[in-house]
């Protein structure tokens, strides 16, 4: 495999969950000790986690399954900043902390559940600390996309109210 031993390692962790140094000094054509030395540094700097010692040692890419994302820290205005706040999250589950938000645009919700969540299907997005306020602003837009029916048991009943009403009015009108 030509390439710098970070092309090959890349290579290597596309199309196997775990890598030994042996393997990528190999495929790289570099001494099992460089291959070590450069899989060391990747693992100081958090980039690989390693499982085993010495020779047994077998190197894979880190995951972070679970990430808390503070709304707060990038705003919650512009698709920009629902943008930079989940740049990097690629996979397994994602809660977004509302915690202190003072306001929450449209356009904001849109970017995070209309356009990112849909274009990573890897990502469980879960909501944590929304103010009551906001909730009919997310609500509304997921229904809104035709995401969501109403299920809870007072939009139900709400629901069945108007209805009665509207049968109501027809009964009384025929």
Do not use: I, N
């Not at 495929?27 to 390693?50: C, P, T």
């Not at 944590?128 to 997921?142: K, S, T, Y």
Request: without cysteine.
């Amino acid at each position: 495999m030509p390439g710098t031993v970070a092309q090959v390692l890349e290579r290597l962790l596309d199309t196997s969950t775990a890598v030994s140094s042996t393997a990528l000094a190999r495929a790289a054509g570099v001494s099992r000790q460089a291959a070590h030395k450069h899989l060391a540094r990747l693992v100081r700097d958090g980039a690989l986690v390693v499982q085993g010692k010495a020779r047994a040692a077998r190197y894979s890419r880190f995951t972070l399954l679970r990430t808390r994302l503070e709304v707060a820290s990038a705003g919650s205005t512009f698709r920009l900043s629902a943008r930079l706040l989940l740049d990097g999250v690629t996979a397994g589950e994602v809660t977004l902390d509302f915690t202190g938000v003072a306001d929450v645009t449209e356009e904001f919700l849109e970017e995070v559940f209309l356009a990112w969540a849909p274009a990573h299907p890897a990502v469980s997005v879960k909501v944590a600390h929304l103010p009551a306020r906001f909730a009919p602003l997310l609500f509304g837009l997921a229904r809104q996309k035709g995401l969501l029916a109403p299920t809870s048991w007072t939009e139900a009943r709400a629901e069945a109210a108007r209805r009665s009403a509207a049968l109501g009015r027809f009964a009384q009108a025929g």
